[in-house]
T-cell receptor, first 110, second 118 residues
Framework: DAKTTQPNSMESNEEEPVHLPCNHS???????IHWYRQLPSQGPEYVIH???SNVNNRMASLAIAEDRKSSTLILHRATLRDAAVYYC???????????FGAGTTVTVRA | GAGVSQSPRYKVAKRGQDVALRCDPI?????LFWYQQALGQGPEFLTY????????KSGLPSDRFFAERPEGSVSTLKIQRTQQEDSAVYLC????????????????FGEGSRLTVL
């Protein structure tokens, strides 16, 4: 079901920005792009979501390509607490489910 | 607490036993979801409730799995005659509104119930 492609893993240094790419070349016009993250031994945590325009919140920014075939989650200043698996998910409204896929494991070096 | 609460956090069952997993969503949340997460994989959708109505149960893997939310708040996921392949973390999530608009994006997840079937 997963319609997104993400790198398996990424490494970052503490206090540096992290850019997490996601490809979704088969995205439809009604698909929303969602990002969740999952810290070890915890449930997933909402990060951000958007449709066409770039989005910002206190946790991150979401940059969506003009053709919507790819997007990038930006963590502006990584901390050790940001080490997690990050999932890029397309939600086709009115589907109720989120298809998580395998995600990107982010490691943050002190 | 203010978050989604799940119990038990850990459950060990012998093959063939029935288990019940409980979810207390955030008070007032209309939408409730169950997901299953096998070791090393992403969560997989099981079922969705809007208040007490189960609107989607397409992800339930077999008729041994049953979920209910009789009063539109607490939900129970029941697994009958457990098998080893049922071993997983079962995650409950809730959302404030009906999950009908793409603008709805924020699910609040509990920490999960880890089921081990021997």
């Amino acid at each position: 079901d997963a319609k997104t492609t993400q790198p398996n893993s990424m490494e970052s240094n503490e206090e540096e920005p992290v850019h997490l790419p996601c490809n979704h070349s088969t995205i439809s016009g009604t698909d929303y792009i969602h990002w969740y993250r999952q810290l070890p031994s915890q449930g997933p945590e909402y990060v951000i979501h958007g449709l066409t325009s770039n989005v910002n919140n206190r946790m991150a920014s979401l940059a969506i390509a003009e053709d919507r075939k790819s997007s990038t989650l930006i963590l502006h200043r990584a901390t050790l607490r940001d080490a997690a698996v990050y999932y890029c998910i397309l939600r086709d409204v009115p589907d109720y489910k989120l298809s998580f896929g395998a995600g990107t494991t982010v490691t943050v070096r002190a | 607490g203010a978050g989604v609460s799940q119990s038990p956090r850990y459950k060990v069952a012998k093959r063939g036993q029935d288990v019940a997993l409980r979810c207390d969503p955030i008070s007032g949340h209309v939408s409730l979801f169950w997901y299953q997460q096998a070791l090393g994989q992403g969560p997989e959708f099981l079922t969705y409730f809007q208040n007490e109505a189960q609107l989607d149960k397409s992800g339930l893997p077999s008729d041994r799995f049953f979920a209910e939310r009789p009063e539109g708040s607490v939900s129970t996921l029941k697994i009958q005659r457990t098998q080893q392949e049922d071993s997983a973390v079962y995650l409950c999530a809730s959302s404030l509104r009906r999950w009908t608009s793409g603008r709805d994006g924020e699910l609040f997840f509990g920490e999960g119930s880890r089921l081990t079937v021997l």
